[in-house]
């Protein structure tokens, strides 16, 4: 057990399978703690307890920098949590040239990364439909359309493999590395956070499914249906994330925002809809 009497918080910690550490936010006291403290807290263990696979991850020049999720401003001000998770960055912190270990310090660089490149892109018009620029244009319109809601940021895979999907990387084992910093770098954001809804806009590669699946194997109740009728599911499915929480997270399930299909398009446009409706009180 972890506590702050000085911040008034407690974190319950439990050595599970494997000799890792797994962490379990005492909902009842978070509503006084200081949430991005508690981010980075558990970011910066996931580092120690993985040191050497993501220092190696760090020494592929064909990988990107680990992407981190972080506390938006209004997180505490608005009444929704919305999490938007993609399939992995097109890139990450090429010219961070002074990022020469993963440590404490370069979660909080990594964090504000990610904080300043979403804030940039909430700022650009929604004309821009560049290659690589449609998820934030999906992210932006969320944002703009749900004003009740905090817009979260993560992604299935932390890091792009020559600013790619990371599955395509020659190497079983290194891929299996990011697939377990990924799972633990997700899952903290979701237990931390503890977003109303999660979007899973990693679209049909299947090895995104695969690692989703994997990830919350114990915790995904999958509706078996689509969330739009007449719609098939494997555009847009609604199911639910069973955690430790008061209530299931709504989940959906869709198609990555760049993709220009018939139904995809369709999909998205449901899915901001639904999303209004979710938030609108």
């Not at 097109?90 to 979403?118: A, H, I, N, P």
């Not at 992210?139 to 890091?159: D, G, T, Y």
């Amino acid at each position: 057990m972890l506590v702050d009497k000085g911040t008034r918080w407690e974190m319950c910690a439990i050595v599970g399978k494997k000799g890792v550490t797994e962490w379990y936010l005492d909902k009842a006291s978070a509503k006084n703690l200081d949430i991005e403290m508690l981010l980075v807290k558990r970011y910066q263990d996931i580092f120690k307890e993985n040191q050497e696979i993501i220092d190696a991850l760090l020494s592929n020049s064909n990988l990107s920098k680990i992407h981190l999720g972080f506390v938006p401003d209004d997180f505490k001000q608005k009444k929704y949590r919305i999490l938007i998770v993609g399939r992995e960055t097109r890139g990450w912190g090429e010219k961070r040239k002074d990022l020469e270990k993963y440590d404490q310090s370069s979660v909080y660089q990594l964090m504000s990364l990610s904080k300043s490149w979403v804030i940039r892109n909430l700022e650009r018009s929604d004309s821009v439909n560049k290659k690589g620029k449609c998820f934030f244009n999906f992210f932006r319109k969320v944002s703009q359309e749900n004003p009740n809601a905090s817009i979260l940021w993560a992604n299935i895979f932390c890091v792009s493999y020559k600013k790619s999907n990371p599955s395509k990387i020659d190497s079983e084992s290194v891929f299996a590395n990011i697939k377990k910093i990924s799972e633990s770098l997700l899952k903290a954001q979701i237990e931390i956070l503890q977003p109303n809804i999660i979007i899973f806009a990693s679209g049909l590669d299947s090895q995104a499914i695969i690692a989703r699946r994997a990830y919350f194997k114990d915790d995904l109740k999958p509706a078996g249906k689509s969330a739009v009728s007449g719609l098939d599911k494997k555009y847009l499915e609604q199911f639910y994330f069973s955690g430790n929480y008061d209530e299931d997270i709504l989940c959906y399930r869709t198609v990555h925002p760049s993709s220009r299909r018939e139904h995809s398009v369709i999909a998205l446009k449901e899915l901001r809809k639904i999303l209004k409706s979710k938030t609108m009180d």
